[in-house]
Structure formats: C-alpha cells, structure tokens
C-alpha cells in the first residue's frame, strides 16, 4: 500500500513502511518506521556503504555474524565489500 504525506511517498510494508526524505546520483536517504517486534529481511551488500542512524527506540542489528543493540541516536556502518558482501538485518525490540 502506498500513500503520500508532504509530498513525500509512503510505502508500507510487512515490516512497517519507507519513505525516499531525498535522492542523487550517488546517494538515497531513506526513513524507516520498523514496527516493534518487526524485522527487515536479511540484505547483502556489494557495491555501496550504508549509514544506519536509530531515531527512537531500540534496534538488534545483526552484521555478518555479529549481533549489536544499537540505542536510539546511535547509528552504525554497514561496510562496502568487494566480494563476499557484508550481510545485515535489522530488527526493532
């Protein structure tokens, strides 16, 4: 399902919903609302670095094999890696 606030577009999903804050040709900004309990399927990454930044509440994020709590006003760097790909997920307590 897919709405619209402040011209900005809302997608929603099983997990909680997106929306594109901005775009270039070499960047996106992405706000994430993660329903608690909720979790983002597991991605790799191979051909760009990714800043997470926890707004409000408590994220468990799972980077390769290491599994941190990242509080909110923490972020952490989901690496670029040129062959095997950094793996990430993220889910809100």
Do not use: F
């Not at 900005?8 to 993660?34: E, F, R, S």
């Not at 990454?45 to 990714?50: A, F, G, I, N």
């Not at 599994?67 to 760097?77: D, S």
Request: glycine share 8%; charged share 20%.
């Amino acid at each position: 399902m897919q709405k619209q606030i402040n011209s900005k577009l809302i997608v929603t999903k099983p997990w909680g919903a997106y929306c594109v804050l901005d775009q270039g040709g070499a960047y996106k900004v992405k706000y994430l609302d993660v329903s608690p309990g909720q979790r983002l399927s597991l991605q790799s990454h191979l051909h760009r670095r990714e800043e997470w930044t926890v707004v409000k509440g408590v994220a468990t994020v799972t980077l390769d094999d290491e599994i941190v709590q990242v509080m909110a006003g923490a972020h952490i760097t989901v690496p670029k890696q040129s062959s095997i790909g950094s793996k990430i997920k993220v889910q809100r307590c």
